[in-house]
Protein backbone atom coordinates (compact mmCIF):
# COMPACT_ATOMS: atom_id res chain seq x y z
CA UNK A 1 0.00 0.00 0.00
CA UNK A 2 1.05 3.37 -1.02
CA UNK A 3 0.91 5.72 1.90
CA UNK A 4 -0.76 8.87 2.25
CA UNK A 5 0.10 12.15 3.21
CA UNK A 6 -1.83 13.42 6.68
CA UNK A 7 -1.98 17.17 7.60
CA UNK A 8 -3.41 18.00 10.49
CA UNK A 9 -2.50 20.39 13.91
CA UNK A 10 -1.07 18.68 16.92
CA UNK A 11 -0.95 20.63 20.27
CA UNK A 12 -1.68 23.83 17.93
CA UNK A 13 1.69 23.34 15.37
CA UNK A 14 0.20 21.99 11.27
CA UNK A 15 2.25 18.82 11.30
CA UNK A 16 2.38 16.83 7.76
CA UNK A 17 3.42 12.96 7.90
CA UNK A 18 2.60 10.00 5.63
CA UNK A 19 1.25 7.57 6.67
CA UNK A 20 -0.50 4.05 5.35
CA UNK A 21 -3.95 3.99 5.00
CA UNK A 22 -4.39 1.14 8.46
CA UNK A 23 -2.31 3.20 10.68
CA UNK A 24 -3.76 4.50 13.77
CA UNK A 25 -4.04 8.14 15.21
CA UNK A 26 -2.49 6.68 18.23
CA UNK A 27 0.58 5.05 16.27
CA UNK A 28 0.81 7.62 14.01
CA UNK A 29 1.32 10.25 17.21
CA UNK A 30 4.10 7.92 19.08
CA UNK A 31 5.84 6.50 16.05
CA UNK A 32 5.56 9.26 13.43
CA UNK A 33 5.37 12.42 15.89
CA UNK A 34 7.19 10.90 18.98
CA UNK A 35 4.05 11.72 21.02
CA UNK A 36 4.66 9.08 23.09
CA UNK A 37 2.01 10.33 26.17
CA UNK A 38 -1.11 8.01 24.56
CA UNK A 39 -0.66 4.43 25.35
CA UNK A 40 -1.72 1.18 23.73
CA UNK A 41 -3.47 -0.71 26.73
CA UNK A 42 -5.90 -2.69 25.35
CA UNK A 43 -5.83 -1.49 21.24
CA UNK A 44 -10.25 -1.88 21.55
CA UNK A 45 -11.02 1.25 23.27
CA UNK A 46 -11.83 0.08 26.17
CA UNK A 47 -8.91 1.11 29.12
CA UNK A 48 -8.97 4.90 27.56
CA UNK A 49 -4.71 4.70 28.41
CA UNK A 50 -4.33 6.23 24.40
CA UNK A 51 -7.15 9.17 25.03
CA UNK A 52 -6.69 12.47 23.15
CA UNK A 53 -8.73 15.64 22.52
CA UNK A 54 -10.14 15.30 18.87
CA UNK A 55 -11.79 18.55 17.76
CA UNK A 56 -12.49 19.26 21.25
CA UNK A 57 -13.81 15.98 22.15
CA UNK A 58 -12.12 12.89 23.63
CA UNK A 59 -11.91 10.19 21.66
CA UNK A 60 -9.81 7.02 22.14
CA UNK A 61 -7.01 6.98 20.03
CA UNK A 62 -6.36 3.20 19.07
CA UNK A 63 -9.82 3.69 17.43
CA UNK A 64 -9.62 6.00 14.79
CA UNK A 65 -7.45 5.71 11.79
CA UNK A 66 -5.25 8.84 11.39
CA UNK A 67 -6.01 9.31 8.14
CA UNK A 68 -9.76 10.21 9.76
CA UNK A 69 -7.84 12.93 12.22
CA UNK A 70 -6.66 15.04 8.44
CA UNK A 71 -7.66 18.89 8.81
CA UNK A 72 -8.32 18.16 12.47
CA UNK A 73 -7.08 19.27 15.75
CA UNK A 74 -5.48 16.99 18.43
CA UNK A 75 -4.66 17.30 21.47
CA UNK A 76 -2.36 14.89 23.56
CA UNK A 77 -1.06 15.16 27.79
CA UNK A 78 1.93 16.73 25.73
CA UNK A 79 -0.04 19.50 24.57
CA UNK A 80 -1.80 20.45 27.60
CA UNK A 81 0.55 22.77 29.54
CA UNK A 82 1.94 25.48 28.03
CA UNK A 83 6.05 25.25 27.97
CA UNK A 84 7.59 24.11 31.20
CA UNK A 85 4.37 24.98 33.04
CA UNK A 86 1.62 21.93 33.46
CA UNK A 87 -1.96 22.21 32.82
CA UNK A 88 -4.05 23.00 36.55
CA UNK A 89 -5.40 19.45 35.90
CA UNK A 90 -1.61 18.00 36.04
CA UNK A 91 -0.71 20.04 38.80
CA UNK A 92 -3.73 18.99 40.64
CA UNK A 93 -3.21 15.03 39.58
CA UNK A 94 0.66 15.48 41.16
CA UNK A 95 -0.82 17.18 44.32
CA UNK A 96 -3.07 14.55 45.13
CA UNK A 97 -0.60 11.60 44.57
CA UNK A 98 -3.13 10.37 41.86
CA UNK A 99 0.13 9.28 39.17
CA UNK A 100 0.37 5.52 40.51
CA UNK A 101 2.42 3.94 37.87
CA UNK A 102 1.95 6.15 35.49
CA UNK A 103 0.59 3.58 32.54
CA UNK A 104 -3.01 5.10 32.32
CA UNK A 105 -2.49 8.80 34.10
CA UNK A 106 -1.80 10.27 30.17
CA UNK A 107 -5.22 9.01 29.41
CA UNK A 108 -7.19 10.33 32.60
CA UNK A 109 -5.19 13.26 32.47
CA UNK A 110 -6.56 14.27 28.73
CA UNK A 111 -10.12 12.92 29.52
CA UNK A 112 -10.78 14.71 32.96
CA UNK A 113 -9.12 17.92 30.38
CA UNK A 114 -12.11 17.29 27.95
CA UNK A 115 -14.55 16.82 30.73
CA UNK A 116 -13.73 20.01 32.53
CA UNK A 117 -13.57 21.90 29.43
CA UNK A 118 -17.24 20.66 28.51
CA UNK A 119 -17.88 21.47 32.11
CA UNK A 120 -16.13 23.43 34.13
CA UNK A 121 -18.00 22.73 37.56
CA UNK A 122 -18.89 19.33 37.27
CA UNK A 123 -20.11 17.06 40.34
CA UNK A 124 -18.52 13.85 41.72
CA UNK A 125 -21.09 12.00 39.73
CA UNK A 126 -20.14 13.72 36.77
CA UNK A 127 -16.59 13.13 37.32
CA UNK A 128 -16.87 9.39 37.69
CA UNK A 129 -19.30 9.05 34.87
CA UNK A 130 -16.80 10.90 32.84
CA UNK A 131 -13.63 9.11 34.18
CA UNK A 132 -15.65 5.35 33.22
CA UNK A 133 -13.82 4.53 30.45
CA UNK A 134 -10.75 4.84 31.44
CA UNK A 135 -9.56 1.77 33.40
CA UNK A 136 -6.49 1.85 36.29
CA UNK A 137 -4.65 -1.28 37.40
CA UNK A 138 -3.71 0.53 40.43
CA UNK A 139 -6.88 1.58 41.47
CA UNK A 140 -6.08 5.20 41.77
CA UNK A 141 -10.13 6.52 41.02
CA UNK A 142 -10.39 8.31 44.28
CA UNK A 143 -7.29 10.24 43.90
CA UNK A 144 -8.37 11.07 40.24
CA UNK A 145 -11.86 12.38 41.74
CA UNK A 146 -10.22 14.23 44.29
CA UNK A 147 -7.79 15.84 41.86
CA UNK A 148 -10.50 16.82 40.08
CA UNK A 149 -12.87 18.28 42.04
CA UNK A 150 -9.99 20.68 42.99
CA UNK A 151 -9.60 22.52 40.06
CA UNK A 152 -13.65 22.64 39.08
CA UNK A 153 -13.46 24.10 43.09
CA UNK A 154 -11.81 26.95 42.42
CA UNK A 155 -13.21 27.38 38.83
CA UNK A 156 -9.84 27.42 36.75
CA UNK A 157 -10.64 25.36 33.46
CA UNK A 158 -6.96 26.01 32.04
CA UNK A 159 -8.31 24.63 28.70
CA UNK A 160 -7.37 28.03 26.97
CA UNK A 161 -4.08 26.72 25.33
Known amino acids: MSKAILELTVNGEHREVRVQPYQTLREVLREEMELTGA????????CGCCTVILDGRPVTSCLVLALQAGGRSVRTVEGLGDGDKLDLIQEAFVRHGALQCGFCIPGAVVMARALLDENPRPTEEEIRWGLAGNLCRCTGYTKWVEAIQEVAQNGASGGDR
Open 39 to 46: KEGCGTGD
